[in-house]
């Protein structure tokens, strides 16, 4: 039986409120035998963590999605110039999945803006704006087709996403300014830029707590050895990994 994967979708508040989700993230979900189910940012409620914890609780397991910038107060920072929108809404229901998740150890899939959330859920910070903020790093914000990957990350030998994708250099898309870092406490890099950019995290010892900064589920039909990581995914959600 297929098991429930929890997905959170973005919200947008103009024009007209909506939450939304790109069909990649549920496409890959599906074709790697789980069964997607979108949640949204909870609207004006009272208590997100409780919804959280519920949501959590139906699943076997959560994938984190890319989106806009984070609120930089949720890791004791002033907002950069370069900050980009941010979702105070949609912050504060995602950080309290990742914590619930962590909680009750549930496997963790996050991407892009997902690792970061997960990586600030769980005490670690971030660079708001690479480009001005780390010196001689290359373009990680870069216009090409969403299947395209442009740069190459170093996956650290020994790490469950190096026995997933295998050790060793691997090209992904690049769609982010921002990057993890400092690294939250109980995680560790498993993937870098040549630049020195943090590309993956995981939490060792956790029953599949990953993130990478790339975007997989677009990769997924061209380049299908990206399908693993959700495949794999799919089988700590069935407590088989
Ligand atoms: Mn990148």
């Known amino acids: 039986m ?3 994967c929890v997905v959170s979708a973005d919200f947008e508040a ?11 993230y549920v496409k890959a979900i599906h074709r790697a035998g789980g069964l997607p189910l979108i949640a949204p940012p909870v609207l004006d409620c009272a208590d997100p963590k409780e919804a959280a914890m519920r949501t959590c609780e139906v699943a076997g397991g959560l994938v984190l999605t890319g989106g806009a910038d984070l609120n930089p107060r949720l890791f004791g920072q002033s907002p950069h110039p370069s900050l980009g929108s941010i979702s105070p809404v949609r912050d ?14 549930l496997p963790i899939l996050a991407i ?7 990586n600030v859920a769980a005490g670690g910070g971030l660079i708001q704006d690479i480009q001005s903020s780390c010196q001689g790093a290359h373009a990680h914000a870069i216009s090409a ?3 395209h990957p442009t740069h190459s ?23 982010h300014h921002q990057a993890v870092q400092p690294v939250a406490p109980g995680f560790e890099v498993t993937a870098w830029a040549d630049d ?4 993956a995290i995981e939490k060792p010892g956790a029953h599949f707590v990953i993130g990478v ?6 990769l997924v039909e061209r380049h299908p050895e990206f399908l693993k990581l959700f495949s794999e995914f799919v089988r700590a959600a069935q407590g088989m990994w």
């Open 196 to 199: 020195g950019i943090v590309e």
């Open 14 to 24: 103009e024009p007209k409120e909506r939450c939304m989700l790109g069909a990649d």
């Open 145 to 147: 087709p969403r299947w």
């Open 153 to 175: 990350v170093s996956v650290e030998p020994g790490s469950a996403l190096s026995r997933i994708l295998g050790e060793g250099v691997v090209w992904v898309n690049s769609f």
């Open 92 to 105: 504060e229901f995602e950080i309290a999945l990742a914590s619930a998740a962590l909680s009750i150890g």
């Open 112 to 118: 892009c803006r997902g690792m970061q959330v997960l």
């Open 2 to 4: 297929r098991p429930v």
């Open 213 to 218: 900064q790339w975007h997989p589920e677009s």
